[in-house]
């Protein structure tokens, strides 16, 4: 069956380090991955989409990998800060366009 | 722009009762989902549409009935509650041309 892990229910790092989540994935072919932040009580907000045949994906602070032989993404946020702390989520989208999402790493930076 | 909104926040209900969770858009997506977020997983997605008038199954449909009379408008309906169905309830809706889901502030359902 298909599967989705986040490398850890929660990470903690120090404020000012890069944070590096990873989203695994088994018996699945997304032609899409995106990743979206959450904040406690509240619903998801997309982040960045990144397609299967590319690489890496920058946007601000935020980096996203993407290895479709891996069946691997890494997000990375770097000079991280306290507000980035929040669940973030991937999510992989095939060509039918349904979504799949992974239970999330819950992130928080220490000042 | 209100973006997606949903309707309660909360919700308490008692095993067997029916109820209609709201969601609604203001910017014209024509795709509309509802998930639902347990811990430790991931939204799951229950039941789709894809424009007014058209709607599909999820991976946990049952149990919910949808309807989309509107391209506004995609509520949700519990027919007769069940404590599994305890859970944070979200709307989404997209437009056909991309992938960025916009959600709502989710429904936060219990049933005993």
């Known amino acids: 069956s298909q599967k989705i892990e986040q490398n850890s229910e929660a990470l903690n790092i120090q404020e000012g380090k890069t944070a590096t989540l990873t989203c695994n994935y088994t018996?699945?072919?997304?032609?899409?991955l995106q990743w979206y932040r959450q904040d406690p009580g509240r619903g998801p907000v997309f982040l960045l989409l990144?397609?299967?045949?590319?690489k890496e994906k920058r946007k601000e602070r935020l980096k996203v990998t993407f290895d479709t032989t891996l069946k691997q993404s890494l997000f990375h946020i770097t000079a991280s800060q306290p507000a980035d702390s929040a669940t973030y989520l991937c999510?992989?989208?095939?060509?039918?366009?349904?979504?799949?999402f992974g239970p999330g790493t819950r992130l928080s930076v220490l000042p | 722009n209100a973006g997606v909104t949903q309707t309660p926040k909360f919700q308490v209900l008692k095993t067997g009762q029916s109820m209609t969770l709201q969601c609604a858009q203001d910017?014209?997506?024509?795709?509309m989902s509802w998930y639902r977020q347990d811990p430790g997983m991931g939204l799951r997605l229950i039941h789709y549409s894809v424009g007014a008038g058209i709607t599909d199954q999820g991976e946990v449909p049952n149990g919910y009935n949808v309807s989309r009379s509107t391209t506004e408008d995609f509520p949700l309906r519990l027919l007769s509650a069940a404590p599994s169905q305890t859970s944070v309830y979200f709307c989404?809706?997209?437009?056909?041309?991309?992938?960025?889901?916009?959600f709502g502030p989710g429904t936060r359902l219990t049933v005993t």
């Open positions: 018996n699945y072919s997304p032609a899409y």
């Open positions: 999510a992989l989208v095939n060509y039918g366009q349904n979504f799949v």
């Open positions: 990144i397609r299967e045949n590319e």
């Open positions: 989404a809706s997209r437009t056909s041309g991309t992938y960025e889901q916009y």
């Open positions: 910017m014209n997506h024509e795709y």
